[in-house]
């Protein structure tokens, strides 16, 4: 009869230990969980951030893509129209002063841009590369003594790694003429261009090669090296020489890569003014006369 007792005091007691753990056990997970933040009364519903990437977007990008891409292919159409410099008399105005001057780069420069000022309007054509007037012999041959490099006309041009001395006869939206060239010698990457670009050899030797060639393209004074648009080349002016240079189509996407290793190398920001000063200037003077 005591142990009937005893079991069912057992029996009694178990249950009523388990019930206390359970409750215990709930108790420590309240504490340990954060209590939920309840949203005050009355506030606005929460709203769902849309993506920018909703197909309204997608379909406005894709007409203004669609018109942008029109509107390129129309100006690609008629950007001819606005040329005013032809290569085969450029390369034959180059030639010519060669033939009468040989090399006195001075007395060729000076043929080249007197000429070309006298076949067009004087202001799409800048000829004050000397700070002093030139003096000429009945042969028309210039003084050495009497040409001083214009220092706020000749500007240094450091692009794709190579360095060089540059005069801008003209420059616009769709064409730039300039001579380029250093006494020394350089080096560097043509670029990849939205413009044809031919350099009209005046003194010494360009040298030039696409990927994978194993031997150079050489071109002498008098010679054309054509830069097809959209092509790269390594190039280098062997024992320095110079050049006319004319680039015919979208001129101002050529100039990041003209602005690219003041940037991120040499930091002249001087030169950088002078450059933009200069391009600027002749860009608007063309602008405002109805030349693009």
Known sequence: MLQ?????????????????????SRTRHA?????????????????????RWSIRNLLVSGV??????????VLEQVKSRWYIFDPPALHQLCKDALALHGNDTVSVVSHI????????????????????????????????????????????????GAMGTMFIIHASITEYLIVFGTPLGTEGHSGRHTA????????????????????????????????????VKQYKFHRGGFALEYARGWIPLMLPFGFADTFFSTLDLPTLYHTVRLTGRSIISNLLHGKI
């Not at 504490?31 to 993506?51: D, E, F, H, Q």
């Open 113 to 160: 841009v007197t000429t070309l000022s006298h076949e067009h309007p004087s202001w799409t054509v800048n000829t004050g590369f000397s700070a002093t007037p030139l003096v000429t012999g009945a042969d028309g041959k210039v003084d050495p003594a009497s040409y001083v490099p214009a220092e706020r006309e000749w500007v240094w041009n450091n692009a794709g």
């Open 4 to 24: 009937s007792n005893d079991r069912a005091r057992s029996l009694r007691v178990g249950p009523s230990l388990d019930s206390a753990g359970l409750v215990f």
């Open 64 to 73: 203004v893509l669609a018109v942008l891409s029109a509107v390129w292919g």
């Open 196 to 231: 044809d670009d031919y350099f009209h050899i005046l003194a010494g030797e360009q040298w030039a090669s696409k990927a994978g060639a194993f031997e150079p393209e050489i071109y002498a004074a008098g010679d054309v090296h054509h830069l097809v648009r959209g092509e």
């Open 31 to 51: 504490m340990n969980t954060p209590a939920r933040k309840s949203r005050p009364v009355g506030s606005a519903p929460i709203r769902l951030r849309k993506s």
